[in-house]
């Protein structure tokens, strides 16, 4: 996996989960990714006990990282394993790990997260398209099996000419753990909501401030709480947006949130916010669902489906800033929706997303890479 720094978000929580989730099967987990800070390390091998984690010295920034100490030591290494479960498209790390674990007769795994999207491909889409052919796509025909997390994620993927049919298996990320649900007399004096994830344009932060002054305009007391970090020009550009249209008083940028102050705001929270252009799953949604609040998501959160089945908020059009402001309206002003999420929610997660259930899903999928071979 190209970044499994705390700060990279859903990816790492979701390797983290597969790493457990993959224990209750007794499959032996390795991880191999480039090194990441002390605290991040250290945060990791808490998380992973029962894996075994290799860190390799890196050069580059963002998608353009290289390691080739990574590359050489699964050279060296990987004859012994049955099989490279390979995360991410479009950068080097994941790119040539494939191309190495080939050459060495070891079958892989290709996990695109959300890669292989119509977003993905519309940005940069020259430099994107002529990357996929040369490196990526070669290395998804040739995978023993391609790893989606959502159904929907698959489908959006069909367009691609990838001969799926038989190789694609849906594994969802798994719940882990347990999620601070507050109960009503814990919540925040006004009605706050929060959203928790990365500062990217891909997460539509700009859109979502438009939708805010909306908001605001109906419900003046209404707080919205930005948890995350990113690029400090993009953070920078968000600060200076909010001050522009006279937001500041009811939008809080708190940084990248964990531990204590991270249960403490999913506990305050009246509601969660995520109205991404593309998300292939939605960690940080889930955990919303898990401590009880209720989601107002775009159509493009490809958790989409989970959501409205089983009534845990509102599906708002990304595009439309109206939109997003009344999903936002209706779940703050309907106290008995928010009270059904915080008594369903955690349950419904619970449900579908066990370490368990996922784990068996993923000794299914390598069963089957180990039968073709």
Same mark, same amino acid.
């Given at each position: 996996?190209?970044?499994?720094?705390?700060?990279?978000?859903?990816?790492?929580e979701s390797l983290i989960g597969y790493a457990q989730a993959a224990r209750t099967q007794d499959?032996?987990?390795?991880?191999?990714?480039?090194?990441?800070?002390?605290?991040?390390?250290?945060?990791?091998?808490?998380?992973?006990?029962?894996?075994?984690?290799?860190?390799?010295?890196?050069?580059?920034?963002?998608?353009?990282?290289?390691?080739?100490?990574?590359?050489?030591?699964?050279?060296?290494?990987?004859?012994?394993?049955?099989?490279?479960?390979?995360?991410?498209?479009?950068?080097?790390?994941?790119?040539?790990s494939a191309h190495v674990a080939r050459l060495r007769g070891v079958p892989t795994v290709m996990r695109p997260f959300g890669t292989l999207s119509?977003?993905?491909?519309?940005?940069?889409?020259?430099?994107?398209?002529?990357?996929?052919?040369l490196l990526d796509r070669p290395a998804l025909r040739r995978a023993a099996a391609l790893h989606f997390t959502t159904e929907a994620e698959r489908d959006e993927a069909r367009r691609l000419s990838l001969a799926l049919d038989g190789r694609a298996h849906v594994v969802p990320p798994p719940w882990r753990g347990t999620a601070p649900t507050g109960s009503m007399d814990e919540k925040a004096a006004a009605p706050t909501v929060l959203y928790m994830s990365r500062l990217h344009p891909k997460k539509n932060v700009t859109g979502l401030l438009d939708a805010w002054a909306h908001v605001i305009d109906a419900q003046p007391d209404a707080q919205l709480w930005v948890a995350g970090d990113g690029d400090d020009e993009y953070v920078r550009r968000l600060h200076e947006?909010?001050?522009?249209?006279?937001?500041?008083?009811?939008?809080?940028?708190?940084?990248?949130?964990?531990? =204590?102050?991270?249960?403490?705001? *999913? /506990?305050?929270?009246? !509601? #969660? +916010?995520?109205?991404?252009?593309?998300?292939?799953?939605?960690?940080?949604?889930?955990?919303?669902?898990?401590?009880?609040?209720?989601?107002?998501?775009?159509?493009?959160?490809?958790?989409?489906a989970f959501v409205e089945e089983w009534g845990l908020g509102r599906v708002v059009?990304?595009?439309?800033?109206?939109?997003?402001?009344?999903g936002m309206l209706t779940v703050l002003t309907d106290e008995a929706g928010r009270r059904a999420v915080r008594e369903q929610g955690p349950a419904a997660?619970?449900?579908?997303?066990?370490? =368990?259930?996922?784990?068996?899903? *993923? /000794?299914?999928?390598? !069963? #089957? +890479?180990?039968?073709?071979?």
């Open positions: 996996m190209p970044n499994v720094s705390r700060a990279f978000g859903g990816p790492t499959i032996r987990v390795h991880v191999a990714a480039p090194a990441v800070p002390s605290d991040d390390e250290a945060w990791l091998r808490r998380q992973m006990t029962e894996a075994t984690l290799h860190f390799f010295a890196s050069a580059g920034r963002h998608a353009w990282v290289v390691a080739p100490g990574l590359w050489g030591w699964l050279g060296r290494h990987g004859p012994r394993f049955d099989v490279v479960h390979v995360h991410g498209l479009f950068n080097p790390v994941s790119s040539l119509r977003f993905t491909f519309s940005r940069r889409s020259a430099l994107k398209r002529m990357y996929f052919a947006t909010v001050r522009r249209r006279g937001l500041d008083g009811s939008v809080s940028f708190l940084g990248f949130v964990q531990g =204590e102050k991270k249960r403490r705001v *999913l /506990r305050e929270a009246w !509601a #969660f +916010v995520l109205p991404s252009h593309q998300e292939n799953f939605g960690v940080a949604v889930l955990e919303a669902v898990a401590a009880g609040l209720p989601v107002v998501i775009s159509g493009e959160v490809q958790l989409r059009d990304r595009m439309q800033a109206a939109s997003i402001a009344e997660v619970r449900d579908v997303f066990s370490l =368990e259930r996922v784990g068996a899903k *993923l /000794r299914d999928m390598y !069963a #089957f +890479v180990q039968d073709e071979q």
